[in-house]
């Protein structure tokens, strides 16, 4: 799955191997590979699902992937990710998925007793560039953002929080915008493209014109 990242000035391409995610090892490198081939190197582009070990993550950095996201890996194997941050600074992304604010791994398919804020405080220290925190209630929703648990989120933090789940339309951009000050960098957006309900450029447009009033 491709996604699209919205932030002021900088653009991503955000790609999750969602079968991978629930398989727990990698499961669509070959459609990974063209797709970084597709854009490229004009787009930086930033992958997770499945990633397990450093071999996978040092593979996918030199196919030309620029960031990694951790996610399940990460709560179960927080010395994995304190090493990936050691051995790959400044390529590592962690990946938090929570529902009232306790996190999920695994695709979603189990939740944990692990508070959000907690474990996103703890993974910066390691290295972290950002985390993407995704309120799973909401993803692919089309039922808008929760402003107010990214906020929370990213108040409690010093590296940049991206904003994931839930995205509809320009109004949740405006919205984001107006709390970026809070450490919020930017958004991702996949369903709302597909079905229309956003103008991928327009939406762009805004974020680049209110980002960081």
């Known amino acids: 799955m491709a996604r699209h990242w919205l932030d002021q000035g900088a653009r991503r391409l955000h790609v999750v191997d969602l079968n991978g995610a629930v398989a727990g090892k990698p499961k669509n490198e ?4 063209a797709i970084v081939k597709a854009v490229g190197g004009s787009l930086p582009v930033q992958l997770g699902g499945g990633i397990r070990d450093l071999d996978t993550i040092e593979r996918y950095l030199d196919l030309g992937v620029r960031y990694i996201i951790i996610g399940t890996a990460a709560v179960k194997n927080p010395g994995f990710l304190h090493d990936a941050c050691t051995a ?3 390529h590592i992304i962690v990946g938090l998925d929570a529902k009232d604010g306790k996190v999920a791994v695994e695709g979603w398919s189990k939740m944990t007793r692990h508070d959000v804020v907690d474990l996103a405080q703890k993974f910066q220290d390691y290295g972290v560039e950002a985390v993407v925190y995704t309120d799973i209630g909401r993803d692919g929703m089309l039922s808008g953002i929760n402003i107010d648990a990214t906020v929370k989120l990213a108040q409690k933090l010093t590296v940049p929080v991206i904003a ?3 995205l509809t339309g320009l109004a949740d951009i405006e919205a984001l915008c107006k709390v970026e000050p809070e450490g919020i ?3 991702i ?3 709302a493209i597909y079905q229309g309900t956003i103008d991928f450029r327009k939406a762009q447009e805004t ?3 209110l980002g960081g009033k």
């Open 30 to 33: 070959v459609a990974i590979r």
């Open 185 to 187: 960098s930017g958004v």
């Open 164 to 166: 994931s789940g839930g």
């Open 207 to 209: 974020a680049d014109k």
């Open 189 to 191: 957006t996949g369903r």
């Open 88 to 90: 790959f600074s400044g």
